[in-house]
């Protein structure tokens, strides 16, 4: 909570401007980037997928292979979401491209996210948060909470994930097509 209430303050004082600065020409492909890839970035990856964006997602300390969590799972349905056949993929599993926009669900993520994309030098990163509306840089990991909490998650992630794929839209760019 008072990491929430920290990054909350730090957007409303100007603080997302850095991660919305996207050269959209260059976006080939969203890159989720969570701890475990087993509830917000799998979720995040399916909207995006739904709305017809290149997307995939993956965890800086996932196991490789595990299913997405049962409680994301179930939540994940009623936003008309299967995440049934959903398996972890590690970070360091992961290939990242030139044209990759690595999308980070909290400021902690950013030193992983800034390694993966030296990999792949012109990949780009940003925080889903600074795309929520308020934005907030911090989306707390729902893992290990109650159901009412993913529902309040996922249902941010949703609307910051729309708005983000409102921008690749409005560039003319469908995630590489």
């Known amino acids: ?36 890839n087993i509830c917000r970035s799998p979720f995040a990856e399916a909207v995006a997928v739904r709305r017809g964006v290149r997307a995939t997602s993956i965890g800086l300390f996932a196991g490789a292979g595990v299913p997405a969590n049962v409680d994301a799972v179930r939540t994940a349905v009623e936003f008309g979401i299967d995440l049934g056949l959903h398996r972890a993929t590690r970070a360091s599993d992961f290939q990242a491209t030139p044209r990759d926009l690595l999308v980070g669900f909290e400021p902690s993520h950013l030193e992983s996210l800034e390694a993966i994309s030296g990999t792949a030098v012109g990949s780009q990163i940003t925080l889903l948060g600074a795309w929520s509306r308020p934005p907030n840089l911090y989306i707390h990991d729902p893992y290990g909470t109650r ?31």
């Open 147 to 177: 159901i009412e909490y993913f529902r309040a998650c996922f249902r941010r992630v949703e609307r910051a994930v729309e708005r983000l794929v409102d921008q690749i839209e409005s560039h003319g760019k469908r995630g590489g097509q």
């Open 1 to 36: 909570m008072v990491r929430s209430l920290l990054y909350y303050a730090v957007a409303l004082l100007g603080g997302t401007a850095q991660f919305r600065r996207i050269e959209w020409s260059r976006v080939g492909r969203i890159v989720f980037v969570c701890h475990g």
